[in-house]
């Protein structure tokens, strides 16, 4: 039987059920009462209640992100759904998959200013890929199913369906899913054969080139990484991944140059600005990337395969823009390439090998440690040797600051999916509840979340989440006891005026956690970092492990905003010099 | 601070074209479904990403009214241009959008009401002026005109400055609508 009389309330947990999904990310309130009297009624769904609907659209992001499953979220209305806000903005960002169910209020309420009503679809429309408010109850299962085609089809975001109250209590008709075309929404995923083509005469005639990938290999899936890895290797060219590309490529292999642009490595921002021939695959130009937009590459020959039109072609002109899913166009290089029986001149790309080593040897990566003082990077580097030597499945989510980047610059990542931080939006607080997220995706994953003093009292209550539903995460938080990147910044562009961005009045991290009901660990000088490491890895349960670090470490290379790629800051800025001109310091 | 010279760069493969950038006036046919909130996306795109709108109509276009045709007056660089399509071909509920001015030969129509407040003299030549234009007379009082003009935005352009120049006025115009020349039919 196709069709089915059903509650609004319970069409959308059979809907969610028939869509395969196992868990939602939920918080109560009046406006879905309906939806949580269903769900209490069944056991297909569980229903993860975290302590903040913004925490509940990160931690939705983590499980998404973590195992290529669409996440989804339940909210009441009003504060709910404003709540929710900077998640769907963030997933929009980094086009994450997500399905946000939020009540409203009943529809002969609509526009009356009524209890807990706002307007959700007028607020969501522009951080969304697309919103819906339901009317009608017979709409409301083909609305979740089109809902997850397009969250999870060509480039993936966050949909919003805003359910008022009355259409969860009335009954009607319920639909279960099919595979039909989408009357108007038709991504392109198949790239057209002869751009291929000409792209792979291009990196074949190539003496200086560079892969440039990005998210969108993760977002296309495992399998796009897979090729990704066969065609790089294939070529002998150098990769170079984005921040949300970290993973796609395993960045123990040699022919990788580490994370390009404004905290990128010395060598892979040098072959981006030196290249002759650029395969960008899954990244978009973002300006992190490009710093100077008229300096950026200023050589090269640009192929662009995206699966999203208009992120083409935007910031910096391409010569051959290819329009489509990055597995699928991978899996035509690599065929492509193949078939033409020719390599790349081979004494060019030695010179440019040469080159690129030399770039290396500056060990742009490279910091000092001290006796006394923990450094945040060595912290980084100790954690990612112990759950390397612990052989367990590790994924890494993170804050935002500079403990974000020292992340990205000094934990490697082999697999794709096993990195989740807040790239495109920044968003302080993203971390821990994508912690909670990936963990419930991962039971048997070693799911850590590397945090910053500040950033992690932005949603801290979702350290409850961990402890009521017995996730082992662990918030390994480098304190240095400033918003560090804010700082930063302040001396790079401000005189050193540390304009609020000192971390006054902070809680004891260790009470904190047992406040919360977990384990609270603290390392104060480098001698006790590796054991409190280990401690932190060998309990089975939540962690919250505060790792006092150089408060006044900078985090380099810095390509300063305004700046090009190849005037890059590799260390602290000389006395009396200009890090960043009066253009660059309008720039964010 | 490291900074290091640049190694020797033979060029780009295609000749690498600097973007033009000058900023010229496009006009778009955006067909879209027929519902709630789809006029807000547009509107809400073109000011989220600070492009600008210079005229802007809709109206369902189909026989069952599920279906509408917005046209809209916009101004840009070349880059900016190919972005305004490529975002609204982005939005869920759009058929498909034209940029007519890169499709070639179209014609573009404007309604406008123009009421002047005009005495003696004035009088006289505001009705002589309006024949000269073709425009109707909508309306009459003993010291008023409501004209009624059509025609491309130059010339009800021109024909409000003349009005300006004889009275009070209170203008009411359609913006631009605008369809491709020749037998093709745009598919919905
Ligand atoms: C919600 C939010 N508010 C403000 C900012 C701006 N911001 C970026 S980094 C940062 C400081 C983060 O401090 P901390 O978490 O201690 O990390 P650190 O840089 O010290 O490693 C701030 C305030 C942001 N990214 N997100
Ligand atoms: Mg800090």
Redesign the pocket.
Known sequence: MSTQQLTGAEMVIKALADQGVEVVFGYPGGAVLPIYDALFKQNRIRHILVRHEQGAVHAAEGYARSTGKPGVVLVTSGPGATNAV?GLTDALLDSIPIICLTGQVPTHLIGNDAFQECDTTGITRPCTKHNYLVKDVNKVSKTIHEAFYIATSGRPGPVVIDLPKDVQFASGTYEMPKQVAHKTYKPVVKPDRARIEAAVDLLLSAKRPIIYAGGGIINSGPNAAKLLGEFTRMTNFPITLTLMGLGAFPANEPQYLGMLGMHGTYEANWAMHDCDVMLAIGSRFDDRITGRVDAFSPNSTKIHIDIDASSINKNIRVDLPIVGDAGFALEDLIKVYKARQKKPDAAALDRWWKQIDEWRAVKCLDFKTDGKIIK?QQAIRRLYEKTVASGRETFITT??????M?AAQHFDFQKPNRWMTSGGL????YGLPAAVGTQLGNPDGLVIDI??????L?NIQELSTAVQYRLPVKVFI???E???????WQELLHGGRYSE?Y?EALPDFVKLADAYGLKGLRAENPGQLDDVIDEMLAHDGPVLADILVDKKENCFPMIPSGAAHNDMLLGPVEEGEEAIGAAGKVLV | MAKTGTVGQPGAAYTFVKGDETVRRHTFAVIVDNEPGVLARVIGLFSGRGYNIESLTVSTVTEDESVSRINIVTTGTEMIIEQIKAQLERLIPIHNVHDLTLDGAHVEVELALVKVRAKEHNRRESLRIADIFGAKVADTTLESFVFQIEGTTDKVDSFIELMRALGDTEIARSGVIAIARGSNIVSV
């Open positions: 900077t945040p804050e935002v600051g500079q403990h974000q020292w920044g968003t302080m607080g945090a910053g003093e500040a950033s992690i932005m480098l304190n240095n400033y918003m560090g990147m804010v700082r930063q961005s971390s």
